[in-house]
């Protein structure tokens, strides 16, 4: 049963007119039949009101895993209306990252009434996770795993899996502690089951743990999650103690938004974690006006650089002609070149030291690709312009400085575009924000020099 | 225990030493303390013929382990090497997915030597996996599932789970099918620990199955497995039958790819799975040259506009000194539109039908951003390039075209950004496709029409 984006918008109208006749219980049963996820994305498309209606018509056991994947505003509107057993009930069923995740997007009165309506020990969990930094591991873990003894059974594992493991995240990864709660061993219930109950912990487990510590970034927690395919990363403090983990399925949002994040800075917007439609029209300009100034700040050395060379233009008005042509080829040349870069060292693919090989790589297929570009354009220039065309101006020399340009333009351009992103990672910058614009701005300048040089050359004004 | 970058280098240095001084059995130590991916990393650092000396080293079940991690070339270098004995015992070890995506890169005679060690069901069930279509679902689901019948108690699917699973590549989610192998409903490890032996599955299982079928593309997988938080999804065939799941380690990779892809378009390069080192020049140029092509190509427009207003541009040569500001400018104002709403189509935040409401948020972010820009540069132009750097021929006039361009051009440039993504995707493209260089290319023609337009008007030339 796959609910596809027609048929969300058709159940949203059957619901509401079976609302206006009061079948209730039909709604009811249309809920029952449908996953949490979709019950969640069709809150999306009644008004305010009626979502804290329709969500007092689903199943109890369905009501919190809906509510988790409900937007932030349809969340506040319905805690608003809920009454204290109402939310408590709820709130006893989330995880406790998940709890966190929607205490820090609610206003401060919404939060108090949480906090309010949790016992004192969840109270203390969420406080102590509330205080790590944005972006960090320990932000996005949860305390609620399995632990387990060294010299446990499998019959005890299994048995303190059914006791406790309705309130774990996930029961598939346990963790084994010593006395002072440091994680000396891991093992799957895979492992549990396919051994004999009354084998010991401490011979089965993992000893080669791979853990993270609460502050380390949280993108690091994802590709550790991605690298070894686990289904959960273990946490630790400062002490080396076992406080968290953090689930694949968050890995997997962590993943998504460090992308976004990636291509927002390599087309030079300032990164910002809402979804399109819920930003504002001043949020949108925010996010977009700095890079936007900069590079137009930027863009007074070609000024500058056209201007020097005025007297030479208007004496050959037509090599004005191809500036567009020539700035912009070396922009996208430049560019899939940082883009390429910029992506293998988000991957982990390059580092530093491979810097040369890299320039080397680039300075080849920049030369061919020049080349390739350099021939097309002489012939298209000298039949399809000039003859086609009957631009004036156009002599053999001048088409000459032009092809030579886009060959050593394309060269240059490839070669700034690969190593700008390795050396801003190596100065500790985010090799992102070598953004495509950013080349491109860099190259109208070299591409200019290279043009008027050129031209100076061979055409001798 | 985390290896970073640098230990990976230091450990593959003590043990070539080790391997001079033939201490074999360290070595072996050292292997065993590493996590089988860390170890298929470290083989990386070593020359082919040692690689295959080391992995005999490898104790047998962390061998099958690190194949799997290791790179085509490596892999391709060991089997050659290897025994059929060696070969049988590695691919027993296999998950038949990781099994045909090794089949899949290599040459034909390892492929033969690959099928002749493998028992004939097995042979049978890859011959099937490969005959799926590249990148669809099929492609990348493995056969080995956990499958239960409806009237199995929790006592007889644990027992199934203990004999079978392991070589089931996951036991956590568990399948419940019947007589005709239809999938009728699903039940998690977790479901089945915490209830009692007695309890029967039929009562147990969720029946609001989320699957695919074989033929859809493995995206769709990925985004499902996302959507849902699922651990493994189910695959059906075209009558329904369960045929194979996809776990969530293959969906993050697909996810990674597609995100990779996407980058790739977006920077006007045909997109190339191989990672940046592995790609030969002339691959590299291959993936480049197209679209770098048809941009150059498509800058005639450019140039022939330049070439209309040449007598303008020669009585008033200054205007000339700020084309490439401009239609800089307006191509970052809409790469960033491109980029912001190709991203948000990517992550199903928005469709066709909210084209108007993303226009008309473009039109006024556009307007603000072109007001502002137009403001700096106005007062920019005055006093800087005027008086600061003496550049000739600047006029109130002058600046208030360039100015008055820039606030009509933002606004074009927003418009097409925005709109052209939602466009392609309607019409069945890739919105990926419309990449910023394109952007760029077509903002450069449209730019130049505004400012000549205004110039004409303002300064009557």
Redo the contacts between chains.
């Keep these: ?2 609910l596809e ?1 027609m048929q969300i918008e058709e159940i949203a109208q059957e619901i509401i007119s079976l609302y206006h006749e009061k079948k209730y219980s039909q709604i009811k049963e249309i809920f029952s ?3 949490p ?1 979709d019950v969640a994305g069709l809150f999306e498309e009644f008004a305010p009101e009626r979502q804290v209606l329709f969500f007092r018509l689903l199943p109890k056991e369905e009501a919190a895993e809906t509510f988790v994947e409900l937007d932030n505003d349809t969340q506040e509107a319905i805690i608003r209306a809920f009454s204290d057993t109402e939310l408590r009930e709820v709130l006893d069923e989330l995880y406790l990252d998940d709890t966190v995740d929607i205490i820090e997007e609610m206003p401060a009165t919404i939060v108090k009434r949480i906090l309010k309506n949790t016992d004192a020990h969840t109270r203390d969990m969420i406080n102590t996770l509330l205080k790590y930094p944005e972006d960090s591991a320990g932000s996005i873990m949860t305390p609620e795993f399995v632990d387990l003894k060294r010299n446990n059974t499998v019959e005890d594992a ?1 048995k303190r ?2 006791r406790t ?2 309130d774990k995240e996930t ?2 990864t346990c963790y084994v502690t010593d006395e002072s709660r440091h994680l000396i061993g891991v093992i799957t ?2 492992e549990l ?2 051994h004999d109950n009354d084998d010991r912990i401490e011979d089965l487990m993992e000893e ?5 510590n609460t502050h380390d970034d949280q993108e690091k927690a994802a590709d ?6 686990f ?1 959960a990363l273990p946490v630790v403090d400062m002490e080396n103690r076992l406080v968290g983990i953090i689930t ?2 968050d ?3 962590v ?2 938004d460090e ?2 994040e ?3 800075k ?4 300032v990164p910002n974690e809402k ?3 819920k930003m504002s ?2 949020e ?2 925010k996010s ?2 700095m ?3 900069f ?3 930027s ?2 050395f ?3 650089i ?2 020097a060379f ?1 007297n030479k ?2 004496a050959m ?2 090599l ?6 020539l ?3 070396s ?3 430049g ?2 070149a940082s ?6 060292i988000s ?1 982990k ?3 530093y030291k ?1 810097i040369f ?2 320039m080397w ?1 680039e300075f ?2 920049g030369l ?2 020049g080349l ?2 350099a021939a ?2 002489f012939v ?1 220039i000298w039949l ?2 000039r003859s086609l ?1 009957g ?2 101006g156009i002599t053999i020399k001048v088409d000459l400085v032009i092809s030579l340009t ?1 060959v050593i333009e394309i060269i240059f351009a490839k070669m700034v575009g690969c190593a700008f992103p390795i050396i801003a990672k190596k100065l500790k910058f985010d090799p992102a924000v070598i953004s ?2 950013f080349i ?2 860099v190259m ?1 300048a070299l591409s ?1 020099l290279v043009y008027f040089w050129l031209a100076t050359a061979i055409l001798h004004i």
């Design positions: 049963m796959k984006e039949e449908m996953n996820t299994i899996i059914r493991g309705v029961i598939y219930v895979k089951l396919l080669k743990v791979i853990y993270i550790l999650l991605i690298k070894y395919d289904l694949v399925d890995a997997m949002d993943l998504q992308n976004t990636d291509i927002q390599m087309n030079a917007i979804p399109y439609l029209v001043f949108t300009w977009r006006i890079w936007l100034m590079l137009m700040v863009a007074t070609t000024s500058l056209l201007n005025e233009l208007s008005i037509v004005t002609s191809f500036i567009p042509m700035t912009g080829t922009g996208n040349a560019g899939q883009a390429v870069i910029i992506r293998a991957l693919e390059i580092n491979d090989k890299v790589k080849r297929v061919v690709c390739t570009l097309v354009n298209k399809i312009d065309f631009m004036d886009l495509s614009p491109t701005t109208d200019l």
